[in-house]
């Protein structure tokens, strides 16, 4: 396996992104994996591996820098309430117009890499970043051929972007696992996400992961994580991949 971690020039600085692609039988598909909102750590770099390993370029960019904040372990410690409200703060700092630039800067450079493939690539979100994965394929229709939203929050809103929408423009298969209790993605939302996918018969799948929280897919999440449901998505996931980037 060949990992690196990158300063990825954008057009508001530039992002630490940690890639790992397998060292042989290049160029590998790329796979864009936004991270959740407790950012960068060892956990979603384990992710990347497992990814990497299955044949993958995968890129896991900061989607924090413009905060100066890579890993929220760096920071000073605070009360859990306090540090829960950081988190938030950080969290709203970044829009779907600013991550798209940044996933243009990073596309840009994945198409510079020969050990990435310049066809077609993935998309891949958990929590607040599934808005990004559905709406980076909406942005490049032609070049992303899946995008998966692991729990992802905000898809349904009343905003011109919202993911909802983009979806309807992506030509690409797109992938939702939600899970049945979920406070930032409440049934309502779903039920809409679903009807919208149905009534407009678009390539996509919405799936309710019955019994399981947002969170369920993070082996450090405490008692959030369900190995099944985790595995389950996993599952999901390759076969998604294996279907659209082979």
Avoid at 213 to 220: E, L, N, S
């Amino acid at each position: 396996m060949i990992e690196q971690t990158v300063d990825i020039p954008t057009k508001h600085g530039a992002t630490t992104t940690f890639i790992a692609h397998p060292e042989r039988d290049g160029p590998h598909p790329v796979v864009m994996f936004f991270m959740d909102a407790p950012a960068i750590r060892e956990e979603l770099r384990d992710m990347a591996r497992r990814i990497a390993a299955a044949g993958y370029y995968v890129m896991l960019p900061n989607l924090y820098y413009r905060k100066g904040v890579l890993e929220l372990k760096d920071l000073p410690p605070l009360p859990d309430a306090e540090a829960r409200a950081r988190m938030f703060e950080l969290m709203g700092s970044i829009t779907i117009p600013l991550i798209m630039d940044d996933a243009d800067a990073l596309l840009d450079y994945a198409d510079r890499d020969p050990a990435a493939s310049k066809g077609k690539i993935a998309t891949l979100g958990y929590c607040m970043s599934g808005q990004y994965a559905i709406n980076f394929a909406a942005r490049y229709p032609e070049r992303v051929a899946a995008a998966a939203s692991i729990y992802g929050v905000q898809l349904v809103t009343d905003r011109p972007d919202s993911p909802h929408l983009a979806a309807q423009k992506a030509k690409g298969e797109l992938y939702f696992a939600c899970a049945e209790h979920d406070v930032y993605a409440p049934m309502e939302t779903v039920q809409a996400l679903d009807q919208l996918v149905k009534s407009k018969n678009l390539n996509a799948e919405v799936e309710l992961y019955e019994g399981v929280h947002h969170g369920f897919a993070f082996p450090q999440r405490g008692a959030v994580y369900d190995k099944p449901a985790a595995e389950r998505h996993w599952e999901r996931l390759f076969s998604l991949w294996k279907r659209r980037l082979s």
